[in-house]
């Protein structure tokens, strides 16, 4: 069966289980992950593992039987003689050996920027007529590849959730005790309060934006939006204006941090599937945060200008109850620097290391001829705690610290809270997990070659199938987390440098911005947004929707322009 109608059939039944059966998005991902992989034939899993490890070579030009092996990004086999020639198979065959080198001469040169370039001179043992599509491998990594399209699709499906769990379970277990503790202590309230006091009431809505985008890197937006909508009621019944206004800026800063900053699962699993630095993907996620949340910011002043939003009594709160917020006493929060530093401490310390790699990348740099000897310890360290799981937990454990000391909280209190993160957490790991098995088999179909087949190069292109394919899916299933997991295992394949012009983390940023529009019915954020707002529906879809459409337009524009001017690659 063709790859591209296995890959429409996997989507469809996510978005299908999701839509119309209301299917859980665990299921309805495990259930593609288990359809792809049984339409997908025996011969494209053993292709896409050689693939994978395939050797690349060129053929001399003096002498059409001698082959030219550039081993450079495997240093383990400058020294073997097991390289077959493979000839992919169809359907239910394996790859078939076609041929044998035998290697000549080694040749290790050091490059100027201090890495080791290794080629090696082969040629086959017997007799051979060279194909295109013929693939040359170590005799291991042939023996590999036929073990894994050997397997059941059962083994396959669960070896792909287990990959992904294994790098991302401790990641968002740890986002999920962080965000609750910030809740549990008062912390998230002290940073919002602080921010207001800092800019005001004119610069209210900057404060909105700021502390939704950073309130919403460890914590969902869904909860984020529960937390913040009060204080914009508060503040409505102080200033009698501008509700609209404030609406949409908790909405600007919180929805983009959710698809663009790692730890939150829809940016974590693109990190995890395009093989992404994680502190590369904060930086970028920063960036093009800080354009959206600016042009969001204008939208939500012009649009505030020609339409007054009512303050309505909702069903979780009445107007009784936001006097009792607006007379809360500060002194019963925790200081600022505490509670913003369980946020800000993992950022640090993964970009941080992220700026050392570049830094410390040449033993000619200026960084390295101050820190001289003593280079080496300090890139350890901060590979060690610049670690994304060490980073997090050393902020989980602050956040716990935080409920204990400055609240007071018992440990039967603390241990209900950590229980209550890790439950809801598992939940999203388990959705995680099997959006990476999804993507995993969507991956051994072989749509990378239908992929490598598209003949335009252009980042603009690319970026833009890229947007369009995560927000069509998006659109028509409503959770911006599956629409990335589901791109993601699409578009996989496009992420590596032989298909790319630019550094893949701009592949990344579309994809996350392609999962904002558009809001809907069908979202069950829009709905918590409409209904703890006090908006109708067709208020939402008013306000809300061509939102969500223009601020993604804006950080796409903003992806394209660095993958043109800036490619990083």
């Known amino acids: 069966m063709d790859s591209l109608l296995i890959v429409l059939i996997g989507v469809a039944i996510v978005i ?16 593609a992950a288990l359809a792809v992989s049984v339409l997908t034939p025996r011969s ?11 050797i690349k070579f060129v053929i001399s030009e003096e002498d059409s039987n001698t082959f030219q092996l550039n081993l450079s990004k495997r240093d383990d086999l400058h020294q073997s003689q097991n390289f077959l020639i493979m000839r992919p198979g169809s359907g239910w065959s394996l790859a078939e050996e076609v041929g044998e080198l035998k290697v000549s001469h080694f040749d290790r040169n050091i490059l100027a920027d201090g890495s080791t370039q290794t080629l090696a001179n082969a040629s086959p043992v017997d007799h051979y007529s060279y194909q295109e599509s013929d693939i040359i491998v170590h005799a291991t990594d042939r023996a590999a590849a036929e073990k ?3 397997k ?3 083994e396959r499906v669960a070896e792909a959730f287990g990959s992904t ?18 809740l549990d202590s008062g912390s998230a309230d002290r940073i919002i309060r602080s921010s207001l006091n ?17 309130l919403a890197i460890p914590v969902f937006f869904d909860t984020v939006f529960y937390l913040m909508i009060p204080l914009a009621k508060a503040l409505r019944m102080r200033t009698g204006k501008n509700y609209l206004l404030y609406v949409l800026t908790i909405i600007i800063g919180g929805t983009m941090a959710h698809s663009l900053v790692p730890p939150t699962p829809g940016p974590l699993i693109v990190v995890e599937q395009f093989n992404l630095d994680i502190g590369t993907m904060i930086l970028g996620g920063c960036i093009v945060g800080l354009f959206t949340s600016t042009a969001g910011y204008f939208y939500a002043i012009t649009i505030n200008k020609f339409w007054v939003l009512p303050l309505r009594e909702t069903p979780d709160m009445s107007l009784e109850d936001l006097k009792l917020i607006v007379a809360k006493d500060e002194s019963e929060l925790p200081p600022l620097w505490i509670s913003l530093l369980p946020i800000i401490l993992p950022v640090v310390l993964i970009a941080g290391y992220t700026i050392l790699k570049i830094l410390l990348g040449s033993e000619d740099s200026f960084l390295s001829g101050i820190l001289g000897s003593s280079s080496d310890t300090v890139m350890y360290l901060a590979k060690t705690f610049g670690n994304k799981n060490i980073a997090l937990g050393i902020s989980a454990v602050i956040a716990m610290l935080t409920m204990v000391v400055y609240c007071k909280t018992t440990k039967k209190e603390l241990a209900k809270s950590v229980q209550t993160a890790l439950a809801s957490g598992g939940v999203v790991i388990l959705i995680t997990a099997a959006g990476g098995a999804f993507g995993g088999m969507l991956r051994e179909t072989g749509i990378a070659d239908y992929l490598s087949g598209m003949t335009s190069q252009e980042p603009f292109i690319i970026l833009l199938i890229a947007y369009g394919l995560t927000m069509a899916i998006r659109t028509a299933q409503g959770s911006s987390t599956v629409a990335m997991i589901t791109a993601a295992g699409i578009l996989s394949p496009m992420a590596t ?8 983390v701009y592949l990344a940023l579309a994809v996350g911005c392609g999962s904002k529009p558009i809001a809907w019915m069908n979202d069950s954020g829009f709905w918590i947004m409409c209904k703890m707002s006090g908006m109708t529906e067709i208020e939402g879809l008013k306000a809300i929707t061509p939102m969500s459409l223009f601020i993604s337009v804006v950080g796409l524009l903003v992806t394209i322009v660095g993958a043109m001017w800036l490619p990083l690659d």
């Open 16 to 31: 299908g289980g999701v839509l119309l059966f209301r299917l859980h998005a665990f299921l309805a991902l495990t259930l």
């Open 44 to 54: 494209s899993v053993d292709k896409f593992y050689l693939d994978k490890n395939k």
């Open 148 to 150: 894994a399209a050997s």
């Open 152 to 154: 059941t699709v059962g």
């Open 165 to 182: 769990c294994t790098k991302i379970a401790i990641l968002i277990a740890m986002a999920s005790i962080i965000g609750k503790c910030l």
């Open 198 to 214: 800092v800019v005001g009431e004119k610069g209210a809505p900057i404060a909105f934006i700021f502390s939704g985008f950073l």
């Open 497 to 504: 440098a032989e298909m790319l012009d630019f550094h893949p």
